[in-house]
């Protein structure tokens, strides 16, 4: 019984969800079987462990028809009846939650009976919960043109035919501008996030209809609705990267709105931490000191959770910015306070990623290569990311050698991946071959080789590390 | 007396919903207040009427809470929890009705508890109840949109468990922008054929920037969506409203003659709609041919049911006149009186007493007995669709001049100009124009016939002949003709 979906997903309830699912499984309006109800209440006193032992089919089976020979076929027809409930609850919990649809649908159901003045009670009801929301997202949107849909139909009955008595600017706007943003906001939004997986992921989309809507849009019809704006500057931290302005526009617009943007908080903030990334990478270091001050806001106002954990990509950016700044007390403060927010899965492959990290800048190299052996990542991009480590440490460590294999795997596991982009490869690959000549040129030695490095270095683009290896050549020629 | 709005609700309860609401009152998950139960059980016995002396709020305080001094404000209470569950069930059998939109209340559930094996076993389950929807009207979208939305959240927080991103490709956000889009469109450009419709007779001011932005890229770069019937359907009502060509003209009829199974019944109505009035528009463009079109297209509409918006609608009081007038326009007379006694009883009742007298009136005078269509005109007791009141006019003025009673298309010229004046605001310019312009010309006209001067009937008769916009020009020239002649 243990293993069954009755028991997976009882262990998900809340104990007020326990409670009310046992008032629902004794509700005659859902259930008139009595065998159903007692065989919830055996189970419901092994809430919320479960333990196998206590919950064994033959075990409940006799408490429940004490006396009788165990008969498997009646208790899994119980156990379906129940979990046929725990459906009917789920869905009954879910669509009770949303009040606005609850209130959509009494609608739908009280003018199809021509129940005019409850119908009227409820949609003035509606529009006067909707005025006095503060988060203005697409439910928001879409429930006010669900509204003044429902109330066009309403008045297209009660007065047919006089369409002066009804189709007035007013009722007319309400609809057409809620659609149109609920419409731009969801668009803009996926906009937003297509962008966000094209730059990571090499994928392509077909982005026609989105670019459609960026020709033509005027931010200026969209004062009443900054959420809108919000992901149009969003969208052009990618289209116009060069534009600064915008950023600190969105910035001050995300700071001054912040009450109005519901769960859709934590998406603009991590667009503005890579829009830093993105700057830092084109070798615009002041965004080092920009994002380690939007990470820290983020930790203050809570916004950083994705499903209730710590997105991962959000705490090795941390542990590399702040170990940048040289911020090493904070960093290690850090590590060990929010460690326990990383996803179980990957816990303690990030946990001993940042340890190393800090470990390696603070120039303890053993306990660097430490922690390092303890991270075992699933996710190629921390894989890539250890492997910068390992050779960093290396480097420290001065094992000449060691580091040329490991630079020479490297390379081949970033040659043959085919789902990074073409740009992180190039990342990768440069990171590679200058840590690759670096190591050369001290092994060696050599002074001249170690200016010219220096020298090819001043003059390529920014890379990962590129300032790491630069500070080590420069040691060199000194 | 108890609250009217109680009783009136609960009396639209049928004999099985009531009995399902006992259960509903009874079940602890929605009430534990003993006293809503007793009000529920006392009520029962007055169902359906809810019409007894017994039903005094002070007689059914005693016999809920025997022996206490009557407290009005207790006893309101109760009623409203009783008011608030009956809501509430109603709500809920709406709900329930709906599977698809139960299958993913449950979904988006268990999408959030992170039962992984139960979710995609039914994600696959209502995926296939999607795809089997024939009507792809917008709910359909809307449906695919949401169904996509799981899909990206649940690959969001299965992330943490893949060892690389081969699962994370682009097909789920390429699904949410084409359903979403999918979905404004068909609901956009649905409400804005409606308003560029409405606005064919009445003046609505309404700002449609950006739907005429969606219209130029659909119509200029698009070659996907609007290959999709619904959008295909109101991107072409929009474009016939607006354009008038007979190329829009034919696609949308193809459309309607060959979707009656993948466009709903409203969607259907409005299209024939908007193909009648391009009808309508052509005709006064002088261009023939088209009352037979017309007649045509209601004979389909007639076979294919689609005389209200709605199911639970009455028939279209409007169209009910229009058939017959096309019908007339046509010469069929007998199949207009067999039109009428058939479909009459499908009228609103409130509307049935216009519209049945306004059409024997139009048959009468069209078999030119003008005594019997005014007989029929004069037994119109009220006009409460306000739309009737223009065509009643126009009637009565013409078998006034047919009967020769100019003294009352005089007082009836002056009533209709301000009743006109009145409404102007509400009419389109073109259709004030048209009515303005048959009220010139009739006035002219029965000055004319009053004074048996001839002198002014050929300047009448040419000005008729070059102004297309005029309501009832063919008659008008026939009058004009018979004095020519």
Redesign the interface.
């Known amino acids: 019984m243990n293993k069954s979906s009755l028991i997976e997903a009882l262990k998900t309830f809340s104990p007020r969800e326990m409670k009310e699912f046992s008032e629902f499984v004794s509700s005659p309006f859902f259930n008139k079987n009595v065998n159903v109800i007692k065989l919830f209440e055996l189970i419901k006193k092994n809430y919320p462990e479960f333990e196998p032992l206590k919950i064994g089919k033959e075990k409940i089976f006799a408490k429940l028809f004490p006396g009788k020979p165990f008969k498997d076929s009646t208790l899994r027809l119980l156990m379906y009846y129940l979990y046929e409930l725990v459906e009917k609850f789920l869905a009954h919990s879910r669509f009770n939650s949303d009040k606005f649809r609850h209130k959509e649908i009494l609608l739908e159901e009280l003018f199809s009976r021509k129940l005019f003045k409850d119908y009227e009670k409820i949609i003035d009801a509606a529009n006067k919960e909707l005025d006095e929301l503060k988060v203005k997202d697409n439910s928001y949107y879409r429930n006010r043109y669900l509204f003044a849909e429902h109330k066009l139909s309403y008045l297209a009955e009660i007065y047919m035919g006089k369409y002066e008595k009804y189709l007035t600017r007013d009722n007319i706007q309400l609809f057409s501008d809620n659609i149109t943003n609920f419409y731009l906001f969801s668009v803009l939004k996926y906009y937003a996030i297509t962008l966000n997986t094209m730059y990571l992921y090499n994928v392509k989309v077909d982005t026609a209809v989105f670019e459609n809507i960026l020709l033509n849009f005027n931010i200026e019809h969209f004062q009443n609705a900054p959420l809108i704006v919000i992901y149009y500057r969003v969208i052009m931290l990618f289209v116009k990267p060069e534009d600064e302005e915008n950023y600190h526009k969105l910035k001050e617009m995300i700071i001054k709105h912040e009450d109005e943007l519901g769960e859709s908080i934590g998406d603009f903030y991590i667009n503005m931490e890579n829009y830093c990334v993105r700057c830092l990478r084109m070798g615009k270091l002041k965004y080092l000191e920009e994002s380690f001050n939007i990470y820290e806001l983020e930790l203050k106002k809570n916004t950083y959770q994705i499903h209730g954990y710590m997105p991962n990509s959000f705490f090795s950016s941390m542990v590399v910015t702040a170990s940048k700044l040289k911020k090493f007390e904070w960093l290690r403060n850090f590590i060990m306070d929010y460690k326990d927010e990383i996803h179980e899965s990957s816990r303690e492959a990030y946990y001993y990623y940042g340890l190393a990290f800090l470990e390696n800048e603070e120039g303890n190299y053993e306990k660097a290569l430490e922690s390092l052996a303890r991270s075992k990542p699933e996710e190629v991009y921390l894989k890539m990311d250890l492997r910068i480590l390992q050779s960093r440490i290396y480097y420290g460590l001065v094992w000449t050698l060691p580091l040329q294999s490991l630079l020479d795997t490297f390379k081949k596991t970033v040659q043959n991946n085919k789902f990074m982009t073409d740009m992180r490869k190039s990342q990768y690959l440069k990171f590679i071959k200058y840590t690759n000549q670096l190591n050369n040129v001290r092994y060696k030695e050599d002074k001249a080789a170690a200016e010219e490095l220096y020298i090819d270095l001043e003059k390529d683009e920014y890379f990962a590390y590129k300032l790491w290896i630069v500070d080590e050549v420069k040691k060199l020629t000194e | 007396m108890i609250s009217n ?1 109680l009783l ?2 609960l009396s ?1 309860f049928n004999p099985r919903e009531f009995k ?1 609401f006992g ?2 009152v ?5 009430n534990k207040n003993i006293h809503v139960k007793q009000l529920y059980e006392y009520l029962k016995k007055f169902y359906p009427d809810f019409k007894d002396k017994r039903l005094d709020k002070e007689i059914v305080f005693k016999s809920l809470f025997d022996g206490k001094k009557y407290n009005d404000g207790f006893l309101r209470t109760v009623i409203y929890n009783l008011g608030k569950l009956a ?1 509430d069930y ?6 329930r009705k709906d599977d698809l939109n ?2 993913l ?2 979904l ?3 999408n959030e ?3 992984e ?2 979710f995609l076993k039914y994600y696959n389950e209502i995926e296939e109840d999607i795809n089997a929807i024939t009507f792809h009207d917008p709910e359909y979208f809307f449906k695919k949109y949401e169904l996509q939305n799981q899909k990206e959240i649940y690959m ?2 299965t992330k ?7 699962n ?3 097909n789920t ?2 699904y ?2 084409d359903e ?2 999918s979905y ?1 469109l068909s ?2 450009l649905n ?2 054929r409606f ?1 560029l419709d ?1 606005n064919m ?2 003046q ?8 005429e ?1 969606i219209m130029d ?1 659909l119509l200029n ?2 070659t996907y ?1 609007k290959e999709k019937l619904k959008i295909k359907l109101h991107l072409y009502e929009v474009l016939l409203i607006k354009e008038k060509k007979e190329e829009h003209y034919t696609i949308l009829k193809n459309i309607f003659v060959s979707s009656f199974e993948k466009l709903s019944k409203s969607d259907l109505y409005s299209l024939h709609n908007v193909l009648q009035s391009y009808c309508v528009y052509m005709g006064y463009q002088n261009k023939t041919g088209y009352s037979k079109e017309r007649f045509d297209l209601y004979k389909i509409c007639l076979e294919q049911k689609l005389y209200a918006a709605a199911e ?2 009455y028939f279209d ?2 169209m009910f006149a229009n058939i017959v007038s096309s019908a007339l326009a046509v010469k069929e007379f007998e199949w207009a009186e067999r039109f009428t006694e058939q479909y009459k009883d499908m009228l ?1 009742p409130e509307n049935t007493d216009v519209v049945v007298n306004y059409s024997y009136s139009r048959l009468y005078f069209s078999k030119n007995d003008f005594e019997k269509a005014l007989w029929y005109i004069n037994n119109i007791r009220s006009i409460k ?4 009141k223009l065509p009643v006019r126009d009637l009565t003025l013409k078998i006034y001049y047919e009967l020769g009673m100019l003294a009352q298309s005089a007082y009836q010229i002056d009533s209709y100009r301000h009743f006109l004046n009145n ?1 102007k ?2 009419l389109s310019e073109e259709r004030f124009k048209r009515i303005l312009n048959f009220l010139r010309f009739y006035t002219r006209l029965v000055k004319i016939k009053e004074k048996n001067s001839l002198k002014d009937i050929g300047k009448l008769n040419e000005e008729i002949e070059n102004s297309p916009n005029t309501l009832e020009r063919i008659w008008l020239l026939s009058k004009t003709g018979e004095m020519i002649n």
């Not at chain 2, 001011?205 to 739907?211: K, L, P």
């Open positions: 709005t009136g609700m639209k399902e259960e509903f009874k079940s602890p998950f929605f809501e109603l709500a809920y059998i709406n709900f139960r299958g209340n449950l988006k559930e268990l508890r992170k039962l094996k139960v969001d927080w943490f468990k893949q060892k690389d991103f081969k994370y490709t682009t956000i390429t949410i922008d979403l889009t404004y609901k956009a409400h804005y308003m409405k007779y009445e609505i001011e309404q700002n449609y920037d950006f739907i932005h890229y770069k698009d969506f639970h609608i009081d409007l609103s669709h306000i739309q009737y409404n605001g509400s």
